[in-house]
């Protein structure tokens, strides 16, 4: 009788421990990875990974891509510059050698990193008389890579009494134009000069035209 119980109490244990490792052998063992890379403009991609042994090997890669389509809307130019183009004084000063002329400009500007600000610089040519003029502009972004730009400074002539497209003696000067930049590295501009009190034996201003287009770096 105790031999019975014997056997059978064995037999019980032989099951539980077979049954145990039957169990342990079918238990999956299973390895999920999830990584998201993102480029910082908007743009992402998920990739999950899964592998496993569970009666035989196996392998999920996911990959999920999400694209932005913003559109860059930044407004302004930043870019220095200098460049070349036609240019004109308008105005007459009702004296001799105070006629107005047409002749040409080049022009260059040095924008000022993280201010709405710049330096500027203009020469003037045709007539008897060169006008260089320097000034400090602020500048206000108006739509993308565009500017328009107030701003003063003085004209100085390299002979004065003579005409140039800003009267015919030296005056403060204040300017106000509009500038875009239309490819790579080139940008279009136009202004105008005001000249006060520009010319000699008269109380009259001058006004000078200018455009051209530049080099941008």
Known sequence: MKLTKLA??????????????I???????????????????????????TTGDNNGNYSTQ???STT????????GMSRSYIGAGIGAGVTNG?????????????????????QP?????????GGDSVAIVPTITYDAAIAKNTNLYFGGGYSFLSDEGQASQLGNKNAPVLTLGAESQVAKNTV?????????DAYEGSDADALSL????????
């Open 117 to 125: 600000l710049s330096i500027r610089g203009a020469v003037l040519f």
């Open 62 to 64: 996911t990959q999920t």
């Open 68 to 75: 932005s389509n913003t559109i860059n809307t930044n407004r």
């Open 210 to 217: 200018q455009a051209g287009v530049g080099y941008s770096f």
């Open 8 to 21: 059978v109490s064995t037999l019980a244990v032989a099951s539980v421990v077979l049954s145990a490792g």
């Open 23 to 49: 169990a342990s052998a079918q238990t999956s063992s299973t390895q999920t990875t999830t990584t998201t890379t993102s480029d910082g403009n908007g743009n992402s991609i998920t990739q999950t990974t």
């Open 94 to 114: 009702g004296r001799n050698n105070d006629a107005a002329t047409f002749g040409g400009n080049v022009q260059g500007r040095y924008a000022i990193a993280n």
């Open 188 to 196: 279009v501009y136009s202004d105008a000069k005001f000249g006060i």
